[in-house]
């Protein structure tokens, strides 16, 4: 024992690569016969559905990562929002350009960086087993979740729509006969609160329930220093209110599970600042004050979300088989209105711009009043004691949205001078099907199966905008009106072997193939053209090594993959002006590896380790964009004509390496128990758009958290207080840009540090 104490991590890495060459088995769930000693800690088994029923996931022929227990709740600490996911997996990043709302995921370097708020990702978000298909929905707070699992490369068989990247999946902690919940308050930087609590148990003998709460609150904090608009705590502040209410009925074979969830938030959007960045190289400028900003529209920024959801899973199991239904409804309302310029002023005023060159003041407004999402799915799965097993189903979605931009003229305080007013109506069904062939103990093959078919109908309309008709823009007469329609089907597949080397050691390979639907791009306020791009087409070849090792103590995953898309869906962001535009890419390729890891290093001392590398890049000869062209900026690419030839270049916000370890020690004192816990999370360069720049190349970014508590129980429950810190040495760097103007640029949250006291109960 004193011995496996003083192993470093080294070792273990050392060890498991000795013992998977060896062909050495260290059993994880039953003691060693020959040594008939006392056992130390072992790693928890990890139970995941990401083929939609319940499995270890070391036995999964998927490239798949969770997120549970001590490491969930630190990343989530300082009343992070679903970003806090960003680099803390492998292959897997989040941003956003709106703050709270409207994330953007990208995995294996496979993303979408259109703000619209109709835009689709190629990576899809499920929570509770109802797809989230618009971005607003995708950012409905994390709370009381028992685990997050993030499936990499395609997902399209069994998933579905839109996940040529992969799938990030919550599940929520779920009603039961057992009576538990919880409630913890933290205190923080800016007077920052974050309030959680759950409760649940039986009602009766086959009724049970479970009632889960959140509350977030930050006062603004950043002034406004912009030359006749001083004030001081105008931005950076939020409420974010939300709720989860779930009904479990079980009786004999029959479960019903009803999911009501809601979320309401007012604050301000992510700040956008000025020249920030300094010309020539990709560093912040001199000086730069995060609670500072120049704004000449602070006063009129702001951001609302209205959402919420009711799902009903129903599921029957009858001998040899279970039928499954699964009936959700989402609808959301958003708006966002910033200081897109991120400045004061403009350059054709006489000596009143700043902070740098401000070519024209920039402010708009993106309101979703209506949303609507409708999805059914209806499953049937065996469940024989034999060498082969299936399931098979139909799914349907069906989704409306409209969208109103406003344009404002800051210079007029605020009047507002362009409105169009959008609407997307989506219907798309789907009919797919698995079998699992068992050919031995050792080898067993799984194959998928989907038909697909979707169809979207757009219809945008400009207004021209007047005193007259501003109570009612619908009356101002029509500028432009322009309409489109796409459809596509397609037949997705995949092919998986997994291969038991021994007790402990699993490899696998796995072939797939799958699409994302054509999209639209209609954000017409300041140009003509409504874009289209037609489906893109992924094939992903993939394989691994799942590994448990030390007798438990150790569990090491590693991935290679290549992939080849054609057609990939891009987003030309900015350029020349506030607009954005579709288009499709002949092919782009990427490869890498991933390395997934987990320790007991001692009885009182766990890790974590976990390193990616993702390499992306575009192959068209012909494919341009437009760019800005101006002093301040330092384009790499080549240019003609005013536009960038980006064949070649590595896809936005795609960095090449992210890594992530963390250490937690526990030891017993007094009545209680001390523990200490860090985590470090870095993510490599990453280019801001598809041409390469100089000022939007974003700098490496190193997050260093901390955490720090007692726990001990006292009568039937279980308390803790402890203290905490996000980005504790402060890194700053841009995290994202708008070209079209100046050097804008968004930046990283600053550190944060806090208290939190919480108690469980049974």
């Not at 897109?340 to 993106?366: H, R, T, V």
């Not at 207080?721 to 700053?732: G, T």
């Not at 100046?742 to 930046?747: K, Q």
Request: with cysteine; proline share 3%.
């Amino acid at each position: 024992m004193k011995a496996m104490k003083r192993s470093t991590l080294a070792t273990l890495i050392n060890a498991t690569l000795f013992s998977a060459v060896a062909g050495t088995s260290f059993s994880t769930l039953a003691a060693d016969e020959q040594a008939p000693v006392a056992k130390s800690k072992q790693l928890e088994v990890i139970q995941v559905t990401a083929r939609k029923r319940v499995e270890n996931a070391q036995e999964v022929p998927v490239a798949v990562s969770a997120l549970q227990g001590d490491n969930l709740d630190a990343y989530s600490s300082a009343g992070m929002d679903i970003r806090f996911m960003n680099a803390k997996i492998p292959s897997l990043s989040i941003e956003s350009s709106y703050g709270r709302t409207f994330p953007r995921f990208y995995v294996r370097g496979l993303g979408n960086t259109d703000f619209d708020l109709n835009a689709s990702q190629p990576v899809s978000l499920v929570v509770d087993d109802i797809v989230q298909e618009n971005a607003i929905l995708k950012g409905f707070p994390v709370f009381d979740v028992e685990r997050v699992e993030v499936l990499r490369g395609p997902q399209g068989t069994l998933f579905g729509r839109n996940t040529p990247a992969g799938l990030v999946k919550f599940d929520s902690v779920k009603p039961s006969q057992e009576f538990d919940g919880f409630s913890s308050v933290s205190y923080g930087t800016d007077s920052a609160v974050d309030f959680r609590g759950a409760v649940g148990g039986g009602l009766t003998d086959n009724l049970s329930a479970r009632v889960s709460l959140l509350w977030q609150d930050k006062d603004n904090f950043i002034d406004n220093r912009a030359p006749g608009f001083e004030q001081d705590d105008a931005l950076g502040g939020y409420t974010d209110r939300a709720a989860r209410v779930q009904f479990l009925y079980e009786k004999d074979d029959f479960s019903a599970l009803l999911n009501y969830h809601v979320r309401n938030m007012d604050g301000t959007p992510i700040p956008f600042r000025a020249n920030a960045i300094k010309s020539g190289t990709n560093d912040l400028v001199d000086n730069f004050d995060y609670k500072v900003v120049y704004h000449d529209a602070a006063a009129r920024e702001k951001q609302a979300v209205d959402a919420q959801g009711l799902s009903l899973k129903l599921e029957y199991d009858f001998s040899d088989y279970t039928i499954t239904s699964i009936s959700g409804w989402e609808s959301a309302e958003v708006s966002s209105r910033g200081d897109i310029d991120g400045g004061y002023g403009a350059a054709f005023l006489d000596n009143y711009q700043g902070p740098g060159i401000i070519p024209f003041p920039s402010e708009s407004e993106s309101v979703m009043p209506d949303h609507d999402q409708y999805t059914q799915e209806l499953r049937l799965a065996s469940n024989f004691s034999g060498d082969i097993n299936f399931q098979t189903g139909l799914f349907y979605f069906d989704e409306s949205v409209t969208i109103e931009n406003y344009g404002y003229d800051t210079l007029a305080g605020g009047a507002l001078n362009g409105y169009v007013n959008q609407q997307q109506d989506t219907k798309a069904w789907a009919v797919f099907g698995s079998v699992d062939y068992t050919v031995s103990d050792a080898l067993k093959l799984t194959a998928g199966l989907r038909y697909s078919d979707d169809k979207k109908d757009f219809e945008a309309v400009r207004k021209t905008v007047s005193d007259d008709c501003l109570n009612n823009l619908m009356q101002c007469s029509t500028d432009i009106t322009r309409a489109t329609d796409v459809s596509d089907d397609h037949v997705s597949w995949d092919i998986s072997a997994s291969y038991k080397l021994n007790s402990d050691v699993n490899l696998y390979a796995r072939v797939a193939n799958t699409f994302r639907a054509p999209s639209i791009q209609g954000r017409i306020t300041f140009s003509d053209d409504v874009t289209t791009a037609d489906s893109e087409t992924v094939t992903s070849y993939e394989t691994g090594i799942k590994s448990d090792v030390l007798d438990g103590r150790g569990r090491v995953n590693a991935s290679v993959y290549y992939f080849t898309m054609d057609d990939q869906q891009l987003t030309a962001v900015g350029g020349t002006a506030n607009t954005t535009s579709l288009l499709n890419a002949d092919k782009t390729t990427g490869y890498g590896f991933e390395l997934d890891t987990e320790w007991v290093l001692t009885d009182e001392l766990n890790a974590t380790f976990n390193f990616s590398y993702n390499k992306t890049e575009l192959k068209d000869d012909n494919i341009t964009i437009p760019v800005p062209v101006r002093d301040t900026l330092h384009i790499t690419d080549t240019i003609v004509d005013g536009k960038a030839i980006i064949d070649g270049n590595s896809l936005p916000n795609a960095p090449e390496f992210i890594s992530n370890l963390t250490l937690r020690y526990t030891t017993e004192l007094a009545d209680g128990n001390f523990y200490a816990y860090t985590d470090v999370s870095y993510r490599s360069k990453v280019n801001f758009f598809l041409y390469e720049a100089v000022e939007f190349e974003g700098k490496p970014l190193t997050e260093v958290g901390a955490r720090a508590g007692y726990t001990w129980e006292q009568g039937n429950n279980e308390y803790e207080v402890a203290i905490f810190a996000r980005n504790l040495f402060d890194e700053q760097v841009a995290i994202g840009a708008i070209d079209f103007n100046n050097n804008t640029a968004m930046v990283n949250e600053e550190r944060y540090v806090g208290a939190e006291f919480k108690v469980n109960f049974f």
